[in-house]
């Protein structure tokens, strides 16, 4: 059965109700808490609904070595080991209390990607309202169901994940004891190519692993998650920073704030217009209904005379017959004197 709706911090989350918004702090606070503060109040003030973290130490992620396996080759980390990335780029544990604060001050939903079950522990310790499984843990299974234990809503990304590997993540969760779940369409590059996205893919997801759909989105602009809404996709997670050119591993494949307002506003604009199916004349249409075509005498008759092709048009204003009543109305008979210019009426025709 599909699943219709989830609930985080009391947000509804179903694809009657605008698209979830998670602005993705990552790795952007480049170990500066008061830069982390600010990214905070910049996504609340850009119209997020959660601020997402990553909860990591880089020995709960990786091993502290120098063999090859542990070296990163080509793209944006290219030359680095994973642990000497990870070491820069994790969010201290002490931070999470304080940023956890903060998020209730400004007033916006946050929660956060462990990456282990002492991570787990730890977010369990502060009331986090929902977990996020990256794309690279979607094959710990064992993370998974450790993480459903909690019985607390669940969002999966499913970057370089086959159908199989998704349907086992899935059935982890599902196993575990997670009820609520969204599984979150995703190319893991950063940044990714819109080319690679194939977003009709969200469609079969959605019939495939019978759960709501998102899109965790790599792509450099707003287009792909806009379309994206479009095709279902009630969850848009997005990389979010106060400035790309920051020089942390994020920041240059993140949004800037103007970014981020005008994806929050353009995904909801787009859900708005969705809407239902509706044939039915619109209110913003009711008043130009008079500009539309209708037949007009265009030469004076006398009562009794037949009206012929010469007599009438089909011209703007809407006041008079249809159009489509043009053939019947010519060769009738006026029952009055008429006048040029003035409305053909069904009541002057004989």
């Keep these: 059965m599909k699943q219709q709706k989830i609930e985080i911090a009391g947000r509804v989350i179903s694809e009657d109700h605008p698209p979830y918004i998670i602005a993705e702090m990552s790795a952007n ?12 109040e910049e996504a609340k003030a850009c119209g997020a609904d959660a601020l997402k973290l990553q909860t990591y130490r880089p020995d709960t992620i990786t091993l502290n070595s120098t063999a090859e396996d542990f070296q990163i080759k080509g793209g944006l980390w290219d030359g680095r080991s994973l642990y000497e990335l990870y070491e820069e780029a994790h969010m201290p544990w002490d931070w999470h209390a304080p940023l ?6 400004v007033g916006i939903t946050i929660f956060s990607s462990p990456f282990d079950p002492t991570a787990v522990d730890l977010l369990e310790d502060l009331n986090a309202p929902a977990y996020k499984i990256a794309s690279f843990e979607a094959v710990d299974l064992p993370l998974i169901k450790y993480v459903a234990s909690t019985k607390k809503p669940m969002i999966i990304s499913t970057g370089m994940a086959d159908a199989d590997e998704i349907h086992e993540a899935i059935a982890a969760a599902r196993d575990g004891g997670c009820e609520q779940l969204v599984v979150l369409h995703c190319v893991s590059a950063y940044p990714a190519l819109a080319s690679d996205y194939n977003l009709h893919t969200l469609s079969d997801m959605r019939t495939r692993f019978g759960t709501l759909t998102g899109l965790s989105d790599h792509t450099l602009d707003n287009t792909t998650a806009l379309v ?33 307002r005008a994806l929050c506003t353009g995904a909801r604009m787009a ?3 969705l809407g239902k199916v509706d044939y039915g004349r619109k209110s913003g249409e009711v008043g130009n209904v008079q500009f539309r075509r209708s037949l007009y005498f ?32 010519i060769g009738k008979t006026v029952r009055e004197d008429v006048k040029a210019n003035t409305a053909v009426k069904q009541e002057v025709l004989s």
């Design 29 to 40: 606070h480049n170990g500066q808490l008061e830069t982390a503060f600010k990214i905070i």
């Design 271 to 273: 859900w708005e217009s």
């Design 298 to 329: 265009v030469k004076d008759l006398k009562a009794g005379e037949t009206i012929g092709p010469d007599a009438i048009r089909s011209v703007r204003p809407g006041f008079g017959l249809a159009p489509k009543h043009y053939d019947a109305v």
């Design 228 to 260: 994206s809404v479009a095709l279902g996709a009630c969850v848009i997670e997005k990389h979010f920073t106060l400035d790309r050119s920051g020089g942390g591993p994020d920041d240059s494949f993140s949004l800037e704030p103007a970014d981020l």
């Design 100 to 105: 956890f604060k903060k998020a209730k001050e």
